[in-house]
Every structure is written in structure tokens, then in C-alpha cells.
């Protein structure tokens, strides 16, 4: 069941380019949503998240914009650069009550930005 | 910026021994998870731990697995019999809010 889908494997942009990665969703219960990044024998870190009730949340260079009718969000870096080249994991969150606070992940994008 | 740190970075055992992944989640954090990547595929979630207790787990957190905070610091994942689908990476993770975790680097599991 992917609650939360990255229909993109990869993606492939320049330097100083705008990159915009997606991410699809079926669970309409989700809270938040999150972007996480994810360099090689590291762990996810987080880069940005969206409530809800929100429509677009912005953070120096990283934008994330949220449809809810659509059920999709979008993460949009201008201007790109080599060192964002990772894997962009999409999450969602879904506040169920009591102390369960679980994300629920797309499979990620691998993000290539070529100088 | 304080971080979640794992060990061993890689640990290599045979089938149907057991593993324990070792974790120290961020000091205040309330909340601990474990998720587990295998290669080529998506971050899974494996269960939640809250208050000394595991607040949900997934299908995939059977009997073999058990999660335990055993003294005040660590919070470790126990494999009793691994097997070779258990191969992947494991993350722990720890929360002081809702929904945004930090990660630790990870634990590459390899079961041959």
C-alpha cells in the first residue's frame, strides 16, 4: 500500500537551474509532510516540512508547495547546486492520536545536479 | 547540533544468530523509532517506542524483532534469528515533536 509515492526515480538538472521533485499522496488523514535528504551511508536529514493547512512553506533556496485537492506536493530548489545532488525522500505524517508519530515514506528521488 | 548516533556503523552476522543495533537518540527526545532501507528501496518504518513501551509496529516487526530502552540512554533493536531478507540498512531515529525526526547514520545489517 504506497500512501506516499515519488514517481521519479531520478532527476537531472543544471547548476543555478530550478530542480522540482514530486510526491503524491492517498492518504488523506496525513497532518504534515515532509522532505528529507539522503547522501550515500548517511541518514535522512531534514530539509523542510508543510502543514495541512498550508499551501506553500519557503526556506531560503527550498519551496514546498502542497495540493491538497490534487493530493500532491512539490519541493522546488532555485538556484540548484552541485551539492544538493542526493536522494530527496518525500514523508507524510498522520497525527493518529497518543504517542505515535510515524512517517511514512515515498521511495525517493535521486537528485543529480551537474555542474 | 546534537545528533542520533548508531553502532556499529556495519555489522556482518550468519543466518539465524542474533544481532542487537545499538542507539542513543537525542537527549530530550520522547520518542524513538526504528526504519529500515532495503538497498534499491524505500525507508520502512519498523515500530515507535514511547514511555518504555513500543506505540506501534509494523508487518514487518515480528516475533524475531524486539526494541528495548534499557537504561535510560540507549535504545537498541534485537534481531533473535536473522535471516538473509534482513539485510539492509537500519536507522534509528528520535523525535521531541511531531513528525520531524532526526536520523541517526544508519547500521548496514549484511546476513550471509
Known amino acids: 500500500d504506497q500512501q506516499v509515492k515519488q514517481n521519479s526515480p531520478s532527476l537531472s538538472v543544471q547548476e543555478g537551474r530550478i530542480s522540482i521533485l514530486n510526491c503524491d499522496y492517498t492518504?488523506?488523514?496525513?497532518?504534515?509532510f515532509l522532505w528529507y535528504k539522503k547522501y550515500p551511508a548517511e541518514g535522512p536529514t531534514f530539509l523542510i516540512s508543510?502543514?495541512?493547512?498550508?499551501d506553500k512553506n519557503e526556506d531560503g533556496r527550498f519551496t514546498v508547495f502542497l495540493n491538497k485537492s490534487a493530493k500532491h506536493l512539490s519541493l522546488h530548489i532555485v538556484p540548484s547546486q552541485p551539492g544538493d545532488s542526493a536522494v530527496y525522500f518525500c514523508?507524510?505524517?498522520?497525527?493518529?492520536?497518543?504517542?505515535?508519530?510515524?512517517?511514512?515514506f515515498g521511495k525517493g528521488t535521486l537528485l543529480t545536479v551537474n555542474p | 547540533e546534537p545528533e542520533v548516533t548508531q553502532t556499529p556503523s556495519h555489522q556482518v552476522t550468519q543466518m539465524g544468530q542474533e544481532v542487537i543495533l545499538r542507539c542513543v537518540p537525542i537527549s530530550n527526545h520522547l520518542y524513538f523509532y526504528w526504519y529500515r532501507q532495503i538497498l534499491g528501496q524505500k525507508v520502512e518504518f519498523l515500530v515507535s517506542?514511547?514511555?518504555?513501551?513500543?506505540?506501534?509496529k509494523s508487518e514487518i516487526f515480528d516475533d524475531q524483532f524486539s526494541v528495548e530502552r534499557p537504561d535510560g540512554s540507549n535504545f537498541t533493536l534485537k534481531i533473535r534469528s536473522t535471516k538473509l531478507e534482513d539485510s539492509a540498512m537500519y536507522f534509528c531515529a528520535s523525535s521531541k515533536d511531531r513528525g520531524r525526526a532526526f536520523f541517526g547514520q544508519g547500521t548496514r545489517l549484511t546476513v550471509v
Open positions: 508543510i502543514s495541512s493547512i498550508k
Open positions: 517506542f514511547y514511555n518504555n513501551e513500543i506505540s506501534e
Open positions: 514523508a507524510g505524517f498522520q497525527n493518529s492520536g497518543g504517542s505515535n508519530y510515524k512517517l511514512t
Open positions: 492518504n488523506s488523514m496525513f497532518d504534515y
